[in-house]
T-cell receptor, first 112, second 114 residues
Framework: DQQVKQNSPSLSVQEGRISILNCDYT??????FLWYKKYPAEGPTFLIS?????DKNEDGRFTVFLNKSAKHLSLHIVPSQPGDSAVYFC???????????FGQGTRLTINP | DTEVTQTPKHLVMGMTNKKSLKCEQH?????MYWYKQKAKKPPELMFV???????INESVPSRFSPECPNSSLLNLHLHALQPEDSALYLC?????????????FGPGTRLTVL
């Protein structure tokens, strides 16, 4: 049973435009959500997180939106830059569970 | 400093070899993790250490043996591995296990089992 899903394996966006990456989850008890960015042959890099008590968190070009009723979160990158090309993982956590549940990842390609 | 370091970067070993992977962090984090990641898949949790004690073992085969000698170091001892164990092994740390929103990953060790 996959509790966190990223249904788009890949996404291609023009440089300067907005990139929107989506993530759905099934467990309404998740307390917080994170986005990681991963380059080939490197470990995931923490990007941004959001607590379940918020519906938006912004950090520079990155904004995460949480829709609890739809059990959906999205990561917006604007404007998109070539260096944003990477695999993006969303992850969800539960207080006391001591572990994150990861989605399958979305490969984002920014075209010049 | 939000760095988690891992050595070696690459490791090739035979099925009869014994080797160890090393992970280090100096952020004062008291929770450390081992993950395994296969190509095009998300990281899979293997072990969690909390205050140097093993907290979670995700039913990992005994040919993988973790060790946490102190709060900054985490080892993964490998013995009699199979070719299907070839993967990227990631170490991560967080302030405490309850603060997974502070989890940082190392660059990983790319393991190839022949």
């Amino acid at each position: 049973d996959q509790q966190v899903k990223q249904n788009s394996p890949s996404l291609s966006v023009q440089e300067g435009r907005i990139s929107i990456l989506n993530c759905d989850y099934t467990n309404s008890m998740f307390d917080y959500f994170l986005w990681y960015k991963k380059y080939p042959a490197e470990g995931p890099t923490f990007l941004i997180s959001i607590s379940s008590i918020k519906d938006k968190n912004e950090d520079g070009r990155f904004t995460v939106f949480l829709n609890k009723s739809a059990k959906h979160l999205s990561l917006h990158i604007v404007p998109s830059q070539p260096g944003d090309s990477a695999v993006y993982f969303c992850a969800a956590g539960l207080q006391g569970a001591q572990k994150l549940v990861f989605g399958q990842g979305t490969r984002l390609t920014i075209n010049p | 400093d939000t760095e988690v370091t891992q050595t070696p970067k690459h490791l090739v070993m035979g099925m009869t070899n014994k080797k160890s992977l090393k992970c280090e962090q100096h952020m004062g984090h008291r929770a450390m993790y081992w993950y395994k990641q296969k190509a095009k898949k998300p990281p899979e949790l293997m072990f969690v250490y909390s205050y140097e004690k093993l907290s979670i073992n995700e039913s990992v085969p005994s040919r993988f043996s973790p060790e946490c000698p102190n709060s900054s170091l985490l080892n993964l001892h490998l013995h009699a591995l199979q070719p299907e164990d070839s993967a990227l092994y990631l170490c991560a740390s967080s302030q405490v296990v309850q603060r997974l929103d502070t989890q940082y990953f190392g660059p990983g060790t790319r393991l190839t089992v022949l």
